[in-house]
């Protein structure tokens, strides 16, 4: 069976999928359960798992036992930030170590902080965390944090929320020749042919929150992510024919055709 394995553990779906934006909890669970996610990344800062009893629980519409929950240090700038914000988490999930660090470097852009995201790389990775970690499309920094340690590496395939999809298919397969871990694009994707772009080019998965919660119809659309992501990953599978410039191939047999 074609699998995703992160962090020791096998995934059938692809696609990983986030919780914010949405209108209510209601419809986050049914987008959720219409993209046959089995892991969900979650904002620690702006998501209750915990934190405040007096609050909804996104756990109890989303429950562990039927998810992994990747806590996410989405509104952190700084290092020091990300790793206290994961710490946290750890703690409400009884040592839950698998994670995604993101470190933005502006609030306009969202765009990553490589340094900052290096130095919160390594920190956790020392203290056993199981580090997912959104980055820029850069192949040397991708290479530095695998390094490290991380257990996937997670290039933007635009700004996050932008839905402009992937800009740099070539910095992309940079990340994905060289990587030995598995590489998942992060950020950018807006609609199903994105998706699927994503996976036909070598992406171990995709990751998307916006193009999902913002669309017309979420539920609709969470569907046809799940299509797009396994519609993707069988083609790169199966291997596209070569490109020819200028240069015909009829799919009809050009032999023995009758009266010739």
């Not at 017309?216 to 569907?223: K, Y």
Request: some cysteine.
């Amino acid at each position: 069976m074609d699998q995703l394995h992160i962090a020791g553990r096998a995934y059938g779906s692809r696609l990983i999928v986030g919780t914010g934006k949405y209108k209510d909890f209601d419809e986050t669970r049914r987008a959720i359960e219409a993209s046959g996610a089995e892991m969900v990344t979650v904002a620690i800062r702006r998501m209750n798992i915990g934190q405040d009893p007096g609050q909804p629980n996104l756990l109890e519409v989303l429950p562990p036992s039927r998810y992994t929950i990747l806590p996410n240090t989405a509104g952190c700038y700084t290092a020091e930030d990300a790793v206290r914000t994961l710490r946290l988490a750890r703690e409400l999930l009884d040592g839950h170590a698998l994670v995604k660090l993101e470190v933005l470097g502006d609030p306009s852009t969202l765009f990553p902080n490589m340094p900052e995201t290096l130095k919160a790389a390594e920190v956790l990775v020392k203290e056993g965390f199981q580090v997912m970690v959104y980055c820029a499309d850069d192949p040397i920094q991708a290479k530095m944090l695998e390094d490290i340690g991380c257990a996937a590496i997670m290039p933007l395939a635009s700004l996050i929320g932008s839905g402009m999809g992937i800009l740099n298919p070539w910095n992309l397969r940079l990340i994905i020749d060289n990587a030995q871990v598995p590489v998942i694009v992060d950020a950018g994707v807006g609609t199903a042919s994105d998706a699927a772009i994503a996976m036909e080019l070598g992406c171990d998965g995709v990751l998307m929150n916006t193009a999902i919660a913002h669309a017309g119809d979420p539920v609709l659309m969470a569907s046809a992510m799940q299509k797009a992501v396994q519609a993707g990953r069988e083609a790169y599978r199966a291997g596209r024919m070569p490109r020819k410039l200028y240069s015909a191939d009829p799919s009809s047999p050009t032999t023995g055709l009758i009266g010739s």
